[in-house]
């Protein structure tokens, strides 16, 4: 998952105020990098990172699989990734949900991301996947709630792909190899929000309390708005996902392993669905004006019978 993994709360320092982007295009390995974007108020597009590819609905099925093989989110897959910072632990637990919602044209997968310090949750995101015909995974926003002593405060880091010109990014790419063009992973002006990646090793071992994997793919994450940040380089283990996360230049580092990798019954399914249901009915009080401009999530029921707008 994009940056938001860090144990860190906070997102991007608010360099930019406003950064204007022309269209790109993806293809099956990586998008086109076009001519350095347009910037104001001293924004750069930099880094290496290029413009966000261009979103094209027809480029996407009606009814959304993602199976690529070093981020497949088959519904029910559950991972769990711990660490620690400052000594206390840190827990970040994904849920592939049985849900759509259809964002900016294209009908996405919707995965559950609940970020824990200790036992409190810190943050519950509801984030948007969808994989386009040629096997590239996109990323088409996150609804991040924040939970301060156990209270919501706020969703202030919310982005949707095409509301206050947002733009969608490439979650991982159709065939990763060394030497592919840095790409964006999402874009949004308004949160000077922008991550970029690189594929930096593949063909790696990597063990982690789960298991011991080969053939592991290892990215390079950074967001050039905020250079403090440092750098994350996230291992992808095929056919399962994200397994481990080490942070390089980071003010509080922290490296996350997967401990669990499970597939959930179906009630339990049942379960998290009804909750991100839940929180996604919140999100149109929370965030009207982004959130908001979004039809409902749905069961997969639903999405098998209606085609993506």
Known sequence: MPRRLRASAALLSPIVTALLLAPGTATADAPEVPSPATAKSGARAQGGCGNPPALRPYAF????????????????????????????????????????KVIDGVRTVVVFDQDLNGKKVQESELAFFAQDWRGAVWRLGEYPEIYENGKLTGAPD?????????KAGIAMLARPRVG?????????????????????????????????????????????????GGHQRKSYAPHVGNIKVVP??????????????????????????????????????????????????????VKALVPAL
């Open 61 to 100: 099925p009606s009814s959304p699989r993602v199976t690529n093989r070093f981020l497949p989110l088959k519904p029910g897959t559950r991972l769990v990734l711990k660490g620690d910072v400052a000594g206390e632990d840190h827990t970040v637990v994904t849920t592939v949900t049985d849900l759509t």
């Open 158 to 166: 919310t982005w949707i792909s095409g509301v206050q010109d947002a």
């Open 180 to 228: 592919s063009p840095t790409y964006t992973e999402g874009l949004a002006p308004e949160i000077d929000f922008l991550d970029c990646a690189t594929v930096f090793q593949t063909g790696q071992s990597v063990c982690v309390p789960v298991s011991c994997f080969d053939n592991v793919l290892v990215t390079d994450e950074f967001a050039p708005l905020d250079p403090e």
């Open 248 to 301: 390089v230049g980071e003010a509080n580092p922290e490296t996350l392993a997967l401990t669990e990798f499970t597939r959930l019954s179906a009630k339990e399914l049942a379960a998290v669905d009804k909750e991100v249901l839940k929180q996604d009915k919140r999100g149109y009080k929370i965030s009207p004006d982004v959130y908001g401009t979004t039809p409902p999530a749905e069961p997969a029921l």
